[in-house]
Structures are given as C-alpha cells and as structure tokens.
C-alpha cells in the first residue's frame, strides 16, 4: 500500500488544456514537495509546502497544501510540450520535524504527464 | 557549481556478483540519501546517512549496504546482485538545516540491470 498515492497516473493532453494532479494520504505530513523528473535525470524540486491551506504559484504552476495537510494538488495553466515529464510528490510524516523522520521523504507512485503540440 | 554525482551511468552485471555504485557530492550536505525507481512505485529508499559514519536502512535495504567514511561520498554496494535489483537507483543530498532538510537535490542515477 502507497503512503502517498497520486492520480492520474498518466495524463495525455493538447497544448494549451488545464490539468490537476492529486496526491492524498490517509497520514499527516509536516511538509511536501513536488519534483519534476525528465527522462535519463534525476528529480528537480519545484516546491515546498508546509503550512496546512498553503497556495504558492510558480508561473503557469499553482501548488495546494490541504488544511489538514493530508494532500496536496499540482495545477498547471495553459500546459505547453515543455512540462511533460514525470511529476513526483513527496512529503515527510507527522508533525515532528526532528527524529526517525528527519530528513526523509516518502514518494508517491508518479504521474506520467505528456503533453501534445 | 555544487553537484552531485554518479557513476556508473550504465551497468550490466551477472546474478550473484558484488556490484558498487558511487555517489559524490559537493553541496557539502550533511544529509545522503540511496533510492531506487520502478515503475508503479515511485521512489523507494534504500540506505540514507546523517553524516559521516553514520548509516541507516530504509524501507527496502534487504541486499544492500551503505558505508560513509567523508562528507562527499555515499557508496552503495548491492552484495549478490540479483535479478530483482534491477532497477533505476538515485542518489540524493540535503542540508542539515531543519528548513531545508526536506528538499533534496539529486543525481543523474545509474541504471542496473542484473542479468
């Protein structure tokens, strides 16, 4: 069973549409990141979130932390071929920003976004 | 500019052969991470490390070891490689400070297949 469970797991749109990705957990975080990974490199961070209700915009990409901060949502504006890629979120359990969970992250499964000319 | 490594990029290794993976780093983080990446699975971890000489497992470390003997290097060395290690595996670092422990900066990866 995924901790952290992120859906679509593949998404194929046209240019210019407007999509969302989900990543829901039954488990608190105290904080969660969204990583961008393109084919043959490793995941590049896009943001972190930490406080519950949480919006930051990063140009055409708006990220949602939930009130109980049990979720998250990735919106992208106007999608263009440039941000297919695999999206991953990932967050650290619990409240407790220090012992057994520090530092450590738990990832969702990934969602496969293409999007076409 | 600080980075993080890793070499080989590629392997091809036989089932039952000792196989090691080197991971470099020059943010000067304290923190090291091991994952490994299938698909429907995301990113799994494997061994992760505080500083040097100290180790930890994580959630699939069973077949693998981790020793840290500096700050910029965390090297992963999968005992008997067998068919089931095939796989993408990353590694990844972060700073101590406790506001930016979470955000890891990682590697190229160095995809393993175990014939």
């Known amino acids: 069973t995924q901790l952290l469970e992120q859906s679509p797991q593949f998404l194929s749109i046209q240019e210019g549409e407007n999509l969302t990705v989900y990543c829901n957990s039954s488990?608190?975080?105290?904080?969660l990141q969204w990583y961008r990974q393109e084919p043959g490199e490793g995941p590049v961070l896009l943001v972190t979130?930490?406080?519950?209700?949480e919006v930051k915009k990063l140009k055409r990409l708006t990220f949602q932390f939930g009130d109980a901060r049990k979720d998250s949502s990735l919106h992208i504006t106007a999608a263009q071929p440039g941000d297919t890629g695999l999206y991953l979120c990932?967050?650290?359990?619990?409240?407790?920003?220090?012992?057994?969970?520090?530092?450590?992250?738990?990832f969702g499964q990934g969602t496969i976004l293409t999007v076409h000319p | 500019d600080a980075e993080i490594t890793q070499s080989p990029r590629h392997k091809i290794t036989e089932t039952g052969r000792q196989v090691t993976l080197a991971c470099h780093q020059t943010w000067n983080h304290n923190n090291m991470f091991w994952y490994r990446q299938d698909l429907g699975h995301g990113l799994r971890l494997i061994h992760y490390?505080?500083?040097?000489?100290?180790?930890n497992k994580g959630e699939v470390s069973d077949g693998y070891s981790v020793s840290r003997s500096n700050t910029e290097d965390l090297p992963l060395t999968l005992e008997s490689a067998a068919s089931s290690q095939t796989s993408v595996y990353f590694c990844?670092?972060?700073?101590?400070?406790?506001?930016?422990?979470?955000?890891?900066?990682f590697g190229p990866g160095t995809r393993l297949t175990v014939t």
């Open positions: 990844a670092s972060s700073d101590w400070d406790r506001g930016t422990a979470y955000e890891q900066y």
């Open positions: 488990s608190v975080f105290s904080s």
């Open positions: 490390s505080y500083g040097v000489q100290d180790t």
């Open positions: 979130v930490v406080t519950g209700g």
């Open positions: 990932a967050g650290t359990l619990g409240g407790n920003a220090g012992g057994t969970s520090y530092g450590k992250l738990t």
